[in-house]
């Protein structure tokens, strides 16, 4: 079991610029979740996938940030227009979801994607 | 809503010394109460949980106990080692149909041998 993995390691981009983070969930989990981590606002909860589906999106910035989840082993996370604020750590987890949704679930999260905007 | 505090932001001892970092939780219900690691450059990974009260959680030396009375779940080491130097967070899912983590702003330890 490779765990979750997340693609690239680190991105740079310019001001302005699009970038796409890829994560590949952890084979037979069912949760797909994403967070960003930053010095200032440690880890923050940005979207939720269950089977695939788009369940909830109350942490994402609404106009430039975008998530999708096409088939069960990959989901990408896709930041238009990027600003310098975006740069942060962003993770990826999975879960079972042996609870269908109903919390307490154990989240195992990818090593993160850096994202520097110049 | 919901929310952890994490009293120390950083913690530095010298190898063998008594670890606790505190961790105090605000939530509706009956939150279950993690320990998280995350050593540089990996992300966090699951210490413990604990889902009742009174219940002690423990992994790799560590341990906690949650503490409804007084909403903690401080995680506590007799004998931290070099190893131990990581990012350590705090975090409760409140249950019932939620199914976020909520993390705590996490505690930098920095054992010197």
């Known amino acids: 079991n490779a765990g979750v993995i997340q693609t690239p390691r680190h991105k740079v981009t310019g001001k302005g610029q699009e970038a796409t983070l890829w994560c590949e969930p952890i084979s037979g989990h069912s949760a797909v979740f994403w967070y960003r981590q930053t010095i200032v606002q440690g880890l923050e909860f940005l979207t939720y996938?269950?089977?695939?589906?788009?369940?909830?999106d109350s942490g994402m910035p609404k106009e430039r940030f975008s998530a999708q989840m096409p088939n069960q082993s990959h989901s990408t996370l896709k930041i238009q227009s990027t600003q310098p604020q975006d740069s942060a750590v962003y993770l990826c987890?999975?879960?079972?979801?042996?609870?269908?949704?109903?919390?307490?679930?154990?989240?195992?999260f990818g090593s993160g994607t850096r994202l520097t905007v110049l | 809503g919901d929310s952890v505090t994490q009293t120390e932001g950083q913690v530095a001892l010298s190898e063998e010394d008594f670890l606790t970092i505190h961790c105090n939780y605000s939530a509706s219900g009956y939150p279950t109460l993690f320990w998280y690691v995350q050593y540089p450059g990996e992300g966090p990974q699951l210490l413990f949980r604990a889902s009742r009260d009174k219940e002690k959680g423990s992994s790799r030396g560590f341990e906690a106990t949650y503490d409804k009375g007084t909403t903690s779940f401080h995680l506590r080491k007799a004998s931290v080692q070099e190893s131990d130097s990581a990012v350590y967070y705090c975090a409760l899912n409140s249950g019932g149909s939620n199914y976020k983590l909520t993390f705590g702003k996490g505690t930098l330890l920095t054992v010197t041998p």
């Open positions: 987890a999975s879960s079972l979801d042996q609870l269908g949704g109903r919390g307490a679930e154990t989240l195992y």
């Open positions: 996938f269950r089977n695939q589906a788009p369940i909830d």
